[in-house]
């Protein structure tokens, strides 16, 4: 400790005394202060304060030196208390020692008796300062450790990814609340517990023992590890102390179930839509080879009936694969509506006028009906158009001849509701809840001649609700079909 | 050209591979009788009895075709008549129904089995060939 920031205090009735100590004291670069007994001495230690040691009388008027020491040392324990008594005796030192003080100077005494336990118990006191700081230092630290050890463990436990930890010894020695509900094994298991013993998955075990065992480092081992119903990423590295040596393993499993489900839906859709793809390609293939191989002869009416159903096919793998375009479009958000205020009878009254024609062909009673003031709808023109060209297109197209399609449009101020009715085949409550599943399309005598790519359905359902519709459908085989489309009016 | 307008019945639930089928069919001759079942085909042919029936197999189930050949030749009417079995099943399914020996085609009760695409010419060399066969056996 720095001499110059020292600050003595001097305690003594005798004058000579107190400024003989100062003196030398002085010179030695300590600074000084007196008082003349015990009281002043305790008065000055207080109002004063910051005094390293203190050197007391013990025969004082008004406060003794016993006592004074006493009272600096319940101030504070670190200030080095010497005694100066004429009366050096092993019990006046034993007494004093007692009560706290640090040592004592017989008098009389040199410069240099009084410098060197001066000198002695500043030193002992700068190390018991600094020694305190280190236990406080060091308390702190362990309350820091002992929170933050809480700390992660709640972290941990809170993850959703299972954490599992093994020792050397493959004993598992951590596994959060993930994990016990993954492998309930290891839920109730005290710690450590064998490895064997509370993981069933052997390839769970195999991979945590070949991640201990691993030569080449940093290794982090993913592996997908399907545990009960449901599939996990499993990713395990080796736990390495600061010289490198591997003190265990850790394994972090990640439920990817709905990402398999999402992945085996995906590729089902990609298999399917290719499938949609070669059934129109093969048949406008298969009607240009025999046309083009002769096959058939050489009648132009029967050429020009295949060419005729070629084209139907190709336009029906068109409008497919625009339908997959808009369907992906919105799946990926890049469909955007356009919306401003609509009147859909107005539109719907253009839908059923373009299939007039088509139901006369079919001698199709196609009416439409619209029923007072006009409600605006907040819809996209184009959206709407397809929609209920969807709709009046599969009941002209799955109603027999002579059959009847009506289309009525309806609001009650909050919906604006769109019915189209037809009395044709009707469907199978089967058929009916996969209506609007895609690529879904009932399979039966009468469909099976009529072109379709089974995507119209769940491009009308997802319009209606990206519009924050509903469309319902009520059906029943033989009875006919009718599809009702509500949606919020604009109001 | 084989006799003078026999029927020949295509079932198939392959609208295209009917009308296809149908055209090289009537072209040669042919009268042909097209439907998408079985149930339909039996109430399309009436009284009328094909020369060789050409059926898919996976229709309304996937047996449709199997349960319709065996019904043909578990009639008395119809065991003579040869069946071809054309199918996707294999492409499709990933089921490989594809008979090896001709005992296996006997128990599938058919007389001979394609696996789609077929061209409507191979169909139609098999079609006279089992009409051949069929006027040969008849003749002895």
Same mark, same amino acid.
């Given at each position: ?132 700081? *280190? /236990? ?6 362990? @309350? $820091? %450790? #002992?929170?933050?050890?809480?700390? +992660? ?99 972090? *499993? /990640? ?6 489900? @999402? $992945? %085996? #839906?995906?590729?089902?859709?990609? +298999? ?220 | ?140």
């Amino acid at each position: 400790m720095n001499a110059e920031a020292c600050r003595i205090m001097v305690v003594d009735d005798e004058f000579g005394i107190r400024e003989g100590c100062r003196k030398i004291l002085v010179s030695e670069g300590y600074e000084v202060e007196t008082a003349e007994d015990g009281a002043a001495g305790l008065e000055l230690f207080k109002t004063r304060g910051g005094f390293a040691a203190a050197l007391v009388d013990l025969k004082m008027p008004r406060m003794g030196g016993m006592e004074l020491v006493e009272q600096i040392q319940k101030h504070d324990e670190d200030v080095v208390t010497l005694v100066i008594t004429a009366y050096a005796t092993i019990d006046t030192a034993v007494e004093a020692t007692k009560r706290g003080a640090y040592g004592y100077i017989p008098k009389p005494f040199t410069p240099d008796e009084l410098l060197l336990p001066v000198r002695k118990g500043l030193e002992k006191r700068a190390l018991s300062i600094e020694t305190k700081r *280190l /236990r406080e230092e060091r308390e702190k630290r362990l @309350l $820091e %450790v #002992a929170f933050e050890r809480s700390k +992660s463990n709640t972290i941990i436990n809170c993850m959703a990814d299972g954490v599992l930890v093994i020792n050397r010894e493959k004993q598992l020695v951590l596994r959060n609340v993930a994990a016990a509900r993954v492998i309930p094994g290891c839920a109730d298991a005290p710690l450590p517990a064998s490895l064997d013993g509370v993981v069933d998955s052997a390839e769970l075990r195999t991979l945590l023992a070949e991640t201990l065992a691993a030569e080449s480092r940093p290794l982090i081992a993913a592996k997908e590890i399907g545990l009960g119903k449901c599939t996990y990423m499993v990713n395990a590295s080796p736990v390495i102390d600061p010289n490198g040596d591997i003190l265990g393993a850790v394994a972090v *499993l /990640r439920d990817i179930t709905a990402l398999k489900r @999402l $992945e %085996v #839906a995906k590729s089902m859709f990609v +298999s399917m839509v290719a499938h949609e793809i070669k059934n129109p390609l093969a048949a406008i293939e298969g009607y240009l080879n025999v046309i083009l191989s002769g096959v058939a002869g050489e009648d132009p009416q029967r050429d020009r009936s295949m060419m005729r159903r070629a084209l139907v096919r190709a336009a029906t793998l068109r409008t497919m694969v625009s339908e997959l375009m808009n369907l992906t479009a919105m799946e990926t958000g890049h469909f955007t509506l356009k919306r401003s205020p609509l009147d859909i009878g107005t539109v719907v009254a253009l839908v059923v006028d373009s299939y007039k024609e088509r139901a006369q062909e079919k001698e199709i009673e196609l009416s439409v009906a619209c029923n007072g003031t006009v409600e605006q709808v907040l819809a996209d023109k184009d959206a709407m158009i397809c929609t209920f060209t969807n709709l009046i297109d599969n009941a002209v197209k799955y109603t027999p001849e002579k059959g009847h399609v009506g289309v009525r449009v309806h609001h009650d101020g909050i919906y604006v509701t769109v019915s189209v009715r037809d009395d044709g085949i009707g469907m199978t409550p089967d058929e009916r809840d996969r209506a609007f599943d895609e690529f879904f399309r009932a399979k039966n005598e009468y469909t099976a001649r009529i072109p379709g790519t089974g995507l119209g359905l769940s491009l009308v359902k997802r319009l209606v609700e990206m519009h924050q519709g509903k469309i319902a459908l009520r059906t029943a085989p033989g009875q006919g079909s009718e599809f009702v489309v509500s949606l919020p009016t604009a109001g | 050209m084989a006799d003078e307008a026999s029927l020949i019945l295509l079932v198939d639930d392959d609208f295209d591979f009917l009308e296809m089928n149908r055209h090289v069919l009537e072209s040669k001759g042919y009268r042909v009788l097209c439907a998408s079942d079985p149930d339909e085909a039996l109430a399309k042919m009436g009284s009328d009895t094909p020369a060789v029936v050409i059926t898919d197999l996976m229709m309304k189930t996937l047996d449709s075709g199997f349960l319709f050949s065996r019904r043909l030749k578990e009639d008395r009417r119809f065991k003579d008549i040869p069946v071809i079995i054309v199918t996707a099943v294999g492409s499709r399914c990933g089921f490989d129904f594809r008979p090896r020996t001709q005992e296996e085609l006997q128990a599938m009760c058919a007389d001979a089995y394609f696996a789609k695409p077929v061209t409507p010419e191979k169909l139609l060399e098999k079609v006279e060939e089992l009409l051949m066969r069929r006027g040969r056996e008849g003749a002895t």
